[in-house]
């Protein structure tokens, strides 16, 4: 069983930045890909960003530009670098590990002022 742990979350103006991290209790590299979703309020749960084991990326078009997912092997960390929000960014963000089996952490609430 994997944990995840998200940190970095809070209030931000917009035009802001913040940098969300998620900690796995384990090796993130075991994993297919790391990504980072999203729940607004009254909205689905969408797909942000992606990284996959061999370190390839990819990004949902309202975000392109502006985040940017990396990761840190050795610490087994994936973190979401978030620049130029937006109130439409207003979310839970929710990390993900993708393999065999599903793993979620418990969400980062990112709140961006307008």
């Known amino acids: ?7 970095g979350g809070g209030l931000v103006q917009a035009g802001g ?4 991290a998620c900690v796995a209790s384990g090796s993130i590299f075991s994993f297919n ?6 729940r607004a309020p009254g ?4 797909l942000v960003a992606t990284i996959t084991r061999s370190g ?3 990004y949902a078009d309202p975000v392109k530009g502006r985040f940017t997912i990396s990761r840190d092997i ?14 439409e960014d207003t979310a ?3 990390c993900n590990a993708q393999g065999g ?8 609430q990112v709140t961006v002022s307008s």
């Open 74 to 87: 050795a610490k087994n960390t994936v973190y979401l670098q978030m620049n130029s929000l937006k109130s």
């Open 101 to 108: 089996n599903m793993y979620w952490g418990q969400g980062t």
């Open 92 to 94: 839970v963000y929710y």
């Open 56 to 58: 390839s990326t990819n």
């Open 43 to 46: 909205k689905q749960r969408e």
């Open 1 to 7: 069983q994997v944990q995840l742990a998200e940190s």
């Open 33 to 38: 890909a790391m990504n980072w979703y999203r």
């Open 17 to 20: 930045s913040l940098r969300l």
